[in-house]
C-alpha cells in the first residue's frame, strides 16, 4: 500500500507520509556519509513542533528476492509518540521520486513458531550449568534410592 512520497525540491530529497492515524506532511531524506558496510544509506528527518529538523528513521539500500533483483530502500520511521515502528520501502530513484510503500508484517501462528528437533540449539549436558543437575535418571525415574514422591519434605 502506497502511503507517500519524495521528490527532489531545490535540491534535497523532500517528502511526505499519511496513513489514517499518521500525518507527516514534510519529511527530508538526508544522505549518509559514512564508508562503513552496515551504515545507512539516508536518513529521514522531520519537522518538530519547534520547526526544527529531528531524525526519526533511517533507510538502507535493499534487493527485492524476487527475479526482478530490483534495488529498493527499506527502513522503519520511529518516534515515542508512535505505538511501534512504521516500517517503509521506498521505489524509484532520486531523479524521478520514490513511492513510499508499507505492509503489514505477517500474523504470528496462535501457537508460535514452529520448531524442529533440529533447531539448533545448543543445549548444556545434563548437570552442568543451567539450573543444576536432574533428579531424574535418563529413564525419567527418582534417581535417589528410598525416595518417595510421596514423602513430605519441610521447607525450610
Known sequence: MNIGEFKIVNGRII???ATRTIDLPKLGLRKVDSAHAMAPVFEILALNV???WVQIGALWEAVAKNTTGELFLQGSIDDPSLG???????FGNEEEGYRVAWRRKQPRDAFGPSRSA???RDYAPRGEGG???STAGDDGGLMEAGTSLDQEIPFA
Request: hydrophobic fraction near 35%; aromatic fraction near 10%.
Open 15 to 17: 517528502g511526505w507520509i
Open 50 to 52: 519547534g520547526n526544527r
Open 84 to 90: 511501534e515502528p512504521l516500517p517503509i520501502a521506498l
Open 118 to 120: 533440529d533447531s539448533g
Open 131 to 133: 539450573f543444576g543437575g
